[in-house]
């Protein structure tokens, strides 16, 4: 989506390992938020940040760590990947956070 | 606990015909509403929005109801196109929740 990446596309990890996600945005956007994807469970919060190092916790929050050093960075740290955390992952940004959101085209992370 | 849902994971409709999706909600806190419609392989992508001072929104091809009474949210699709196939979400914001919570989805199937 305009404005809004995310890297990798894909990727494949060993369980046990670090994972690190990035979610770039050139919006200059102040809210940015982590969601994973997954079958039966829809889209739910991981993490969220209101501006740099600002971020708190979302509903399923456990495993996961944020930082944003920058407004155009946001993060997201999986410290010791779990099969659990096999999912699609979403970063969102918004200028209003009574608005709506722009989603990134997301990351598809497997834990092997 | 609260949250949002979808009536039926999947509709089927002919090419042509109108689409109607539904979404109950249950936070009667919760004052702004969004569809979103995903595509495979994509992020969820902003539809229509309608916050809860307001019974009706239209867009283009597309109208957003809210039944607060009853906390029902419907998508209506007008002369449904192949291009409409995707899976639609409903979300919900507000009282005092950080990030949207969305519904499980509903996937949308067009017959030729």
């Known amino acids: 989506d305009a404005g809004i990446t995310q890297s990798p596309r894909h990727k494949v990890t060993e369980t046990g390992t670090p994972v690190t996600l990035r979610c770039h945005q050139t919006e200059n956007h102040r809210y940015m938020y982590w969601y994973r994807q997954d079958p039966g469970h829809g889209l739910r919060l991981i993490h969220y940040s209101y501006g740099v190092k600002d971020t708190d916790k979302g509903e399923v929050s456990d495993g996961y760590s944020v930082s944003r050093s920058k407004t155009e960075d946001f993060l997201l740290t999986l410290e010791s990947a779990t099969s659990s955390q096999t999912s699609v992952y979403f970063c969102?940004?918004?200028?209003?956070?009574?608005?709506?959101?722009?989603f990134g085209s997301g990351t598809r992370l497997t834990v092997v | 606990g609260e949250s949002v849902g979808l009536h039926l994971p999947t509709l089927s409709v002919q090419e042509g015909d109108n689409s109607i999706i539904n979404c109950a909600y249950s936070?009667?806190?919760?004052?702004?509403f969004i569809w979103y419609k995903q595509e495979s392989g994509k992020g969820p992508q902003f539809i229509i929005d309608?916050?809860?001072?307001?019974d009706k929104r239209q867009g283009q091809r597309v109208t957003v109801l809210l039944n607060k009474t009853v906390k029902h949210l419907s998508l209506q699709i007008a002369a449904t196109q192949p291009g409409d196939s995707a899976v639609y979400f409903c979300?919900?914001?507000?009282?005092?929740?950080?990030?949207?919570?969305f519904g499980k989805g509903t996937h949308l199937i067009i017959q030729p």
């Open positions: 969102a940004i918004t200028s209003d956070r009574e608005g709506g959101y722009t």
């Open positions: 309608i916050r809860s001072n307001m």
């Open positions: 979300a919900e914001k507000g009282g005092g929740a950080d990030g949207l919570t």
């Open positions: 936070n009667s806190a919760s004052d702004y």
